[in-house]
């Protein structure tokens, strides 16, 4: 469940859209424009769909690969980046027994380019970038 949820929570910060490398000198708000927009993301543990608004909202839509098998996914939550920081909260879930209603995180933005979004994650965590579909 914990591995679903870094998933997802990696997913939505690899958001990011458009121009160059983030950089840490980026305003948040420059950082918030540039993850708006979908995003793939696919490893051992499933593939999903982000999609992040600029109304602060986000969905994700994909297959996660549990023990029990295979699961069509769909989450939906709220989320904004302050001082550097990815931060997201989950709001709906189809599987609230694994990706539970009510969780909030914090990861730190490693780098947004046109094409990847890279989140700093704990060694040995899930997939630690999304990938622009």
């Known amino acids: ?69 295979s699961r069509d996914v769909t989450v939906r939550g709220r989320w904004y980046v302050h001082n550097g920081f990815f931060y997201h909260s989950i709001v709906d879930s189809n599987v609230p027994g694994k990706i539970k209603t009510g969780r909030f995180e914090k990861i730190r933005i490693k780098r947004v380019t046109d094409d990847e979004f890279y989140l700093k994650l704990k060694p040995g965590k899930h997939h630690p970038h999304l990938n622009l579909k």
């Open 1 to 69: 469940m914990f591995r679903l949820l870094m998933f997802s929570l990696a997913l939505l910060l690899c958001l990011a859209s458009v121009g160059q490398a983030a950089n840490l000198d980026q305003t948040d708000e420059e950082l918030a424009a540039r993850i708006v927009g979908e995003w793939f993301a696919q490893d051992k543990n499933g593939s999903t769909t982000y999609t992040f608004n600029a109304d602060g909202t986000w969905t994700e839509t994909g297959v996660y690969y549990f023990k029990e098998g």
